[in-house]
């Protein structure tokens, strides 16, 4: 045997295992790619109860208790506060990790930036809970829905300017599907139902634009501390922030803590699902798939909160509804083979 068949043979054994480690490195990015898009789409359904629910508790009957704003957004964050509870300590052996000053003094500053990030995404995120529901008050579920969505283009155009996250070029047409179906069809069919004529935004259509701004916030914010801190501890802090902040503003503005016994346990439920699962949901798609892509899932919330709101609240479907979910559902299938291959 010559040198040359000597050295090629291991040669060719080193291409075959090197192509054997793309092959099994593709795959698994698929998977990423697939676990990502189903948290998006688990965190788009699950947020669209907040988005439903309080509506129907704020129209009882006037013999019933009707609670403020105020104290639904309170409940929902006392009781995730509670429930996302850490129950674990940090681990001791990360504690001695940093013994030098150096690494002290680093792992202070880390910590301190973490901790206002994470006070920040829970003022952040109250907020936009708040102005929606107060909004919710005075709009229908399906038009607060539609105006939501001014959160989408917010957080694309951020997640392109300071993540530096381009879509490609194949990203494009879903992209358009999703506005399209999201944002441009349902608005264009308010105003069909206003005979094409456009209407004076009401207050409650202004908190709703201003909740779409909180959760652009919001997004970028978890974006930017996903990485540094268990999500269940992002969940707990942001939660703990909503209760003081809104039970501060009920002490200040004297709002009472008038609230059902059945009231409690359904908005209970529904803060649990609708705020602490989808913010780890979110937060585990963020991770997985980026702020752009992850946001482009979650505009789905729209077409959840539709139907929602015709099982809930019996709010009628129409044919520009339809057409709105064929469009949102197609983009979404488009976008679902574009991150499942890269």
């Keep these: 045997m010559s040198i040359v068949s000597k050295y090629a043979q291991p040669q060719h054994i080193i291409r075959e295992l090197k192509i054997g480690k793309i092959i099994i490195f593709s795959k698994i990015q698929k998977q990423i790619g697939g676990a990502g898009f ?27 208790i009707i609670p403020n704003p105020l104290m639904l957004v309170f409940v ?44 920040s ?8 809970t708040l102005s929606y529901t107060i909004g919710l008050q005075e709009t229908s579920a399906t038009n607060a829905s539609i105006l939501v969505n001014s959160e989408t283009v917010f957080a694309i155009l951020l997640g392109i300017m300071i993540f530096k996250e381009k879509l490609s070029k194949k990203e494009v047409f879903p992209l358009i599907l999703i506005v399209a179906g999201s944002i441009l069809i349902p608005i264009a069919g308010d105003i069909q139902n206003n005979n094409w004529q456009l209407a004076d935004f009401r207050t409650g259509d202004l908190f709703i634009l201003l909740a779409g701004f909180f959760y652009c916030l919001d997004t970028f914010i978890a974006k930017k501390i996903s990485d540094s801190i268990k999500t269940r501890h992002i969940v707990h802090v942001m939660s703990c922030t909503g209760a003081i902040m809104t039970l ?11 609230i059902s016994l059945e009231d409690l346990s359904i908005m ?61 559902l197609l983009g979404l299938i488009v976008l679902r083979n574009k991150i499942g291959s890269d």
Aim: with cysteine.
């Design 121 to 128: 995404l829970g003022v952040v995120e109250a907020s936009g």
């Design 268 to 328: 209970s439920f529904v803060g649990f699902l609708g705020i602490g699962v989808t913010m780890m949901f979110f937060v585990m798609a963020l991770r997985l798939i980026g702020a752009v892509r992850t946001v482009l899932i979650y505009s789905t919330t729209t077409i959840f909160s539709i139907v929602y709101s015709t099982f809930i609240l019996s709010e009628n479907i129409t044919i520009l509804n339809i057409i709105s979910v064929s469009s949102v």
């Design 248 to 258: 501060i503003l009920m002490l200040v503005f004297e709002i009472p803590f008038h």
């Design 38 to 64: 189903c948290f998006a789409i688990l965190a788009a359904a699950f947020s669209a109860l907040p988005n439903v629910i309080p509506k129907e508790i704020m129209e009882s009957s006037e013999t019933e």
């Design 76 to 119: 929902i964050y006392v009781v995730n506060s509670l429930l996302f509870s850490p129950f674990s300590k940090l681990n001791k052996k990360n504690r001695t990790k940093n013994s030098t000053e150096n690494g002290i003094e680093r792992s202070i500053k880390v910590k301190r930036v973490t901790l206002i990030l994470l006070i």
